[in-house]
């Protein structure tokens, strides 16, 4: 082989080595997927078939399990096809016992005792002073007390000194101990009637209290609270038990959106219904209140309203007051889902009873939203009429300086009263469970 033809040969071995590196190459690639979106974030390839990573969230409740309630079903749904308008419930007890209390007390009688600006745990130490008793502060106990106790039981003395100290005690028998706090645990055995228990139920969340175990089983209320809370939960007991009525809304609420440039033409409702069916018209500082019949329900408002408008129903539901209390609907609670309006709280004011010289519902319906006051109505009303809130703007809830929905876009809200009559069992006619209505309505209500 001559010198030209080994240089040749040994050229052509680089060349043939960079054409199989070029096929392998190739081919390694073709066995690749090629992605079309390839991003890089903080030196993580994400692509589509990345497994997605999320940022550590803290340890709180989720919302849908924070906004679960059981008792949400029975707030927000109304049964329009079978309302009764006037109830009749029996009278019951509504009974309330401290819970915790520990063993009883040793049966032990106590001589004369007066104490003078002592505290309860000073004072008890020294009526029982000389007994194996020993008493102990399940936190800081300042208040000072004085009085006298007369001869008698052990446990009279110490339960009324502990009231006197706004205190509560417990007794642990296995090691003969005392125990005193300011708070307690109490349950309330309510009545059958949910009704009244929803009633018994927005009074407390009124006044204030939270974390309220209910169990809808077996009707009962656990609470805590300390002394103050006691006396208010007493008083709430006490007032619902000498209530002879309750007064309850079924309430839709609609948005309504105008099929042209033109509002809801309101008037038209005059010759749909007759004037017989419209009893009085109310104004209020935004909207108005229509006093309607039976007639305008809402079946026959909606058909009306759908001749000019689509209407969406945003929330509906029910609540019930003792007669002359105040309690409210939240709308957001039991909306369909999330919208401007759910904002909005109903607050409603009744009482039922003589009204110039006949029996009326008197009641003061006001809309509220987390800016203050929206609108108020002062409504008599009789048993079987129903309200009729219109012309509240929807861009009353707009926070936007603009908006795609029309400025003729409304809220309507519809409520019907009904009256819950509490009676002695012993004197519910034997036709209580059947609905009242026309002549057996009036002749209930003439009694």
């Given at each position: 082989m001559t010198l030209i033809q080994k240089l040749i040969k040994l050229s052509l071995v680089p060349c043939a080595l960079c054409i199989m590196f070029s096929c392998t190459q190739t081919n390694q690639q073709d066995q690749q997927p090629l992605y079309d979106n390839i991003t890089v974030v903080d030196t993580l390839v994400?692509?589509?078939?990345?497994?997605?990573?999320?940022?550590?969230?803290?340890?709180?409740?989720?919302?849908?399990?924070r906004r679960f309630s059981i008792d949400l079903p029975k707030r927000c749904s109304v049964d329009w096809n079978n309302q009764n308008i006037v109830s009749v419930v029996p009278e019951e007890k509504i009974e309330i016992v401290r819970l915790e209390t520990g063993d009883p007390?040793?049966?032990?009688?106590?001589?004369?005792?007066?104490?003078?600006?002592?505290?309860?745990?000073?004072?008890?130490?020294?009526?029982?002073?000389?007994?194996?008793?020993?008493?102990?502060?399940?936190?800081?106990?300042?208040?000072?007390?004085?009085?006298?106790?007369?001869?008698?039981?052990?446990?009279?003395?110490?339960?009324?000194?502990?009231?006197?100290?706004?205190?509560?005690y417990s007794y642990d028998e296995t090691v003969g101990e005392i125990h005193l706090t300011?708070?307690?645990?109490?349950?309330?055995?309510?009545?059958?009637?949910?009704?009244?228990?929803?009633?018994?139920?927005?009074?407390?969340?009124?006044?204030d209290m939270r974390n309220l175990l209910v169990n809808w089983d077996d009707k009962t209320v656990v609470f805590e609270g300390n002394y103050q809370?006691?006396?208010?939960?007493?008083?709430?007991?006490?007032?619902?038990?000498?209530?002879?009525?309750?007064?309850?809304?079924?309430?839709?609420?609609?948005?309504?959106?105008?099929?042209?440039?033109?509002?809801i033409i309101w008037m038209n409702l005059l010759p749909a219904f007759g004037e017989?069916?419209?009893?009085?018209?109310?104004?209020?500082?935004?909207?108005?209140?229509?006093?309607?019949?039976?007639?305008?329900?809402?079946?026959?408002?909606?058909?009306?309203?759908?001749?000019?408008?689509?209407?969406?129903?945003?929330?509906?539901?029910?609540?019930?007051?003792?007669?002359?209390?105040?309690?409210?609907?939240?709308?957001?609670?039991?909306?369909?889902?999330?919208?401007?309006?759910?904002?909005?709280?109903?607050?409603?004011?009744?009482?039922?009873?003589?009204?110039?010289?006949?029996?009326?519902?008197?009641?003061?319906?006001v809309l509220r939203t987390s800016n203050g006051e929206l609108s108020s109505f002062d409504i008599p009303s009789s048993v079987g009429d129903n309200y009729v809130i219109v012309g509240i703007p929807t861009h009353s809830f707009v926070t936007t300086p603009e908006t795609l929905i029309s400025p003729f876009a409304e809220l309507v809200v519809f409520m019907s009263p009904r009256l819950i009559s509490i009676v002695d069992a012993a004197k519910i006619p034997d036709n209580a469970l059947t609905p009242l209505a026309g002549d057996a309505l009036r002749a209930y209500l003439s009694e």
């Amino acid at each position: 082989m001559t010198l030209i033809q080994k240089l040749i040969k040994l050229s052509l071995v680089p060349c043939a080595l960079c054409i199989m590196f070029s096929c392998t190459q190739t081919n390694q690639q073709d066995q690749q997927p090629l992605y079309d979106n390839i991003t890089v974030v903080d030196t993580l390839v994400i692509d589509e078939n990345s497994v997605p990573i999320f940022p550590k969230k803290a340890a709180l409740t989720t919302d849908t399990a924070r906004r679960f309630s059981i008792d949400l079903p029975k707030r927000c749904s109304v049964d329009w096809n079978n309302q009764n308008i006037v109830s009749v419930v029996p009278e019951e007890k509504i009974e309330i016992v401290r819970l915790e209390t520990g063993d009883p007390l040793p049966k032990l009688q106590v001589s004369d005792y007066d104490f003078k600006k002592l505290t309860v745990k000073q004072a008890l130490d020294k009526l029982l002073d000389g007994t194996d008793i020993s008493v102990v502060e399940d936190g800081e106990m300042i208040e000072r007390i004085t009085g006298t106790i007369s001869s008698g039981a052990l446990s009279d003395a110490v339960e009324l000194m502990a009231k006197m100290g706004h205190a509560y005690y417990s007794y642990d028998e296995t090691v003969g101990e005392i125990h005193l706090t300011h708070r307690g645990k109490w349950l309330i055995k309510m009545p059958k009637n949910e009704s009244i228990i929803m009633a018994l139920l927005d009074a407390m969340h009124g006044a204030d209290m939270r974390n309220l175990l209910v169990n809808w089983d077996d009707k009962t209320v656990v609470f805590e609270g300390n002394y103050q809370t006691e006396r208010e939960v007493a008083k709430i007991i006490s007032d619902i038990a000498s209530k002879k009525y309750m007064i309850g809304w079924d309430v839709d609420i609609y948005r309504v959106y105008p099929r042209t440039d033109n509002p809801i033409i309101w008037m038209n409702l005059l010759p749909a219904f007759g004037e017989k069916n419209i009893k009085m018209s109310i104004p209020g500082v935004v909207g108005r209140a229509l006093v309607t019949s039976s007639e305008i329900n809402t079946k026959t408002l909606q058909e009306f309203l759908s001749q000019q408008a689509n209407v969406v129903l945003i929330s509906q539901g029910q609540f019930v007051i003792p007669n002359g209390w105040q309690s409210r609907f939240d709308i957001g609670q039991c909306s369909k889902e999330e919208r401007l309006e759910t904002d909005l709280v109903i607050g409603a004011t009744a009482t039922y009873g003589d009204y110039a010289g006949r029996d009326k519902i008197d009641s003061k319906i006001v809309l509220r939203t987390s800016n203050g006051e929206l609108s108020s109505f002062d409504i008599p009303s009789s048993v079987g009429d129903n309200y009729v809130i219109v012309g509240i703007p929807t861009h009353s809830f707009v926070t936007t300086p603009e908006t795609l929905i029309s400025p003729f876009a409304e809220l309507v809200v519809f409520m019907s009263p009904r009256l819950i009559s509490i009676v002695d069992a012993a004197k519910i006619p034997d036709n209580a469970l059947t609905p009242l209505a026309g002549d057996a309505l009036r002749a209930y209500l003439s009694e």
